[in-house]
C-alpha cells in the first residue's frame, strides 16, 4: 500500500460486492449496497459512460468471473459470522478490515460488538464515504499503522477499546494474508491468539503457494496490477501445511475450501464454472 492512500485492493473487493446487483438472483449471495462507493478510480467513470452507450460492464472478460468470486468469498464468511453468533459469540474483529460493511448490512450483528483494525488512510476514507452516504456504522474503529506499531501491542489497544478478552471473539482476516510476508503473519496469529479465549474462532483467506510460485497467466497480470499500486502478494500457504502452522500458534483447523468448491456449493452449475479458483482458499479455525 501506497503511503498517503487508501488501500486501492480494498477499494476493488468492495466494489466488486457491490455490483451484485449486475448477477441474476440466485447468484445474489450477499447484498452490499455501500460497496461501489469506496471506490473513485476509473471504474465508476468507465461504467458511466457504458451506462450511455447501454453497454454491460458486466459483460467486459474477467469482470463476471471476479463478481462472481466476491459473492461467494463474502457469503462463506457471512455464513462464519452468522454461526458464531447463534452459538451466543458477542464479539467481531475484523483485522484488516477495508471497506467491510459487515456491521452494517448484517442484521445478525446488532447485539454484537464489531472492532475494525486497520491502517489510517483507508479507515479515514471509509468513515467520510459513510458519513457522506448517512451510514452511521455501530463498529468501534482501532487505527493501526501496521508497518509502524508493532503487533504485540495490538491485544492492548483492542481492550483499550472495549474488547473483552475474556469472551469468545470471532476475527475475520479476509482479503490481507498474501499481502504480507511471513513474520507479520505469524505475529499476527499470536496477536489474534492473546485476544482469542478458547473457543474463539478465526475466519481468514489465503492464497495456495502454487499461485505465487507457478502463477497463470491470468494470475501474472492481477500481479502485476497490484503490484503496480503498492500492493504486491508476497505469501501464500501449502494447503498440507497449514493445520500444523496453526496449530503452533494455538489454533486447530476445522475447515478448509478452495474457492472452487464453494462456489458449485453456492452458486447455480453454470454460474459455478466461471469461478476457477482452486488456490484461492477460506480457512476456518478455533483457538484451543
Known amino acids: 500500500m501506497k ?3 487508501p488501500s486501492r485492493t480494498a477499494a476493488w473487493v468492495a466494489a466488486a460486492r457491490g455490483m451484485a446487483s449486475l448477477l441474476p438472483p440466485e447468484a445474489r449471495l450477499a447484498d452490499d449496497p455501500y460497496g461501489t462507493a469506496f471506490e473513485d478510480g476509473p471504474r465508476p467513470r468507465l461504467q458511466r459512460l457504458l451506462d450511455r452507450a447501454g453497454i454491460s460492464v458486466h459483460k467486459f472478460p474477467f469482470v463476471m468471473p471476479w463478481i462472481l468470486y466476491m459473492q461467494v468469498r463474502t457469503r462463506v464468511i457471512d455464513d462464519a459470522v452468522r454461526a458464531f453468533v447463534a452459538s451466543g459469540g ?17 442484521a445478525e450483528l446488532a ?6 483494525i486497520d491502517h489510517p488512510d483507508t479507515q479515514a476514507h471509509k468513515r467520510e464515504v459513510l458519513d457522506r452516504l448517512g451510514a452511521s456504522s455501530p463498529s468501534h474503529y482501532i487505527v493501526w499503522d501496521f508497518e509502524a506499531r508493532p503487533l504485540a501491542d495490538l491485544p492492548g489497544a483492542l481492550a483499550a477499546a472495549g474488547h ?12 490481507v494474508t498474501m499481502y504480507l510476508t511471513e513474520p507479520v503473519i505469524d505475529a499476527s496469529l499470536r496477536a489474534i491468539r492473546t485476544w482469542s479465549v478458547a473457543g474463539s474462532e478465526l475466519a481468514m483467506s489465503y492464497f495456495a503457494r502454487a499461485r505465487l510460485d507457478r502463477p497463470t497467466l491470468p494470475s501474472r497480470l492481477v500481479q502485476a496490477i497490484v503490484s503496480r499500486v503498492g500492493e504486491p502478494w508476497k505469501w501464500g500457504w501449502e494447503p498440507e501445511v497449514l493445520p500444523a502452522y496453526l496449530d503452533t500458534r494455538g489454533w486447530h483447523l476445522d475447515d478448509d475450501a478452495t474457492m472452487t468448491d464453494s462456489a458449485r456449493r453456492l452458486l447455480p452449475s453454470e454460474l459455478a464454472k466461471r469461478v476457477h479458483a482452486p488456490d484461492q482458499r477460506i480457512a476456518l479455525a478455533t483457538a484451543r
Open 3 to 5: 503511503a498517503g492512500t
Open 90 to 106: 458477542r464479539q467481531l474483529v475484523l483485522l484488516g478490515a477495508g471497506y467491510d460493511t459487515r456491521a452494517l448490512r448484517l
Open 111 to 116: 447485539d454484537t460488538h464489531v472492532f475494525e
Open 164 to 175: 473483552d478478552p475474556s469472551a469468545r471473539t470471532l476475527t475475520i482476516w479476509e482479503g
